[in-house]
C-alpha cells in the first residue's frame, strides 16, 4: 500500500499560479501512473490530468489544458501539478492518486480508473 501527502494549496486570486505536491511513500512509486483529482462543494469528484509512470505522457481534462502541467520527479517520489492563470471555477480539494495497475496508461486512468490509494487532499481556493 502507497500513503500519499498532498501539499501547496491555498488562496489566490483569479490569474494567479500555485503549484501542488504530491509525496508517496511505502511502495515502488515509478511502476504506476499518477492522477490529480479535484472535489468542489456540493459537486462530485472530477479528473484533472494524469502522468504515465515514466513521466512521458500527460491527460488532462479539457477545463484545465493549456493552463495546468502535470509531472513527476521519481528520484523524489513526487507528482507535482502547476496551475497557472488559475480562476474561481478551480477552486476545489485536490487530491492526488496512484493507479493500482502496473505501466498504464494516462489514457486508460480515464477511461477506466482504477485508484488504489487517495491522498486526503489540499485546499484550491481562487478569488475574483
Known amino acids: 500500500q502507497v500513503q500519499l501527502v498532498e501539499s501547496g494549496g491555498g488562496l489566490v486570486q483569479a490569474g494567479g499560479s500555485l503549484r501542488l505536491s504530491c509525496v508517496a511513500s511505502g511502495r515502488t512509486f515509478d511502476n504506476y501512473a499518477m492522477a490529480w483529482l479535484r472535489q468542489a462543494p456540493g459537486k462530485e469528484r472530477e479528473f484533472v490530468a494524469a502522468i504515465s509512470w515514466g513521466g512521458i505522457t500527460t491527460v488532462y481534462t479539457n477545463s484545465v489544458k493549456g493552463r495546468f502541467i502535470i509531472s513527476r520527479d521519481n528520484a523524489r517520489n513526487t507528482v507535482y501539478l502547476q496551475m497557472n492563470s488559475l480562476k474561481p471555477e478551480d477552486t476545489a480539494v485536490y487530491y492526488c492518486?496512484?493507479?493500482?495497475?502496473?505501466?498504464?496508461?494516462?489514457?486508460?486512468?480515464?477511461?477506466?480508473?482504477?485508484?488504489?490509494?487517495w491522498g486526503r487532499g489540499t485546499q484550491v481556493t481562487v478569488s475574483s
Open positions: 492518486a496512484t493507479d493500482s495497475l502496473y505501466r498504464r496508461s494516462p489514457a486508460s486512468i480515464l477511461t477506466s480508473p482504477a485508484f488504489g490509494s
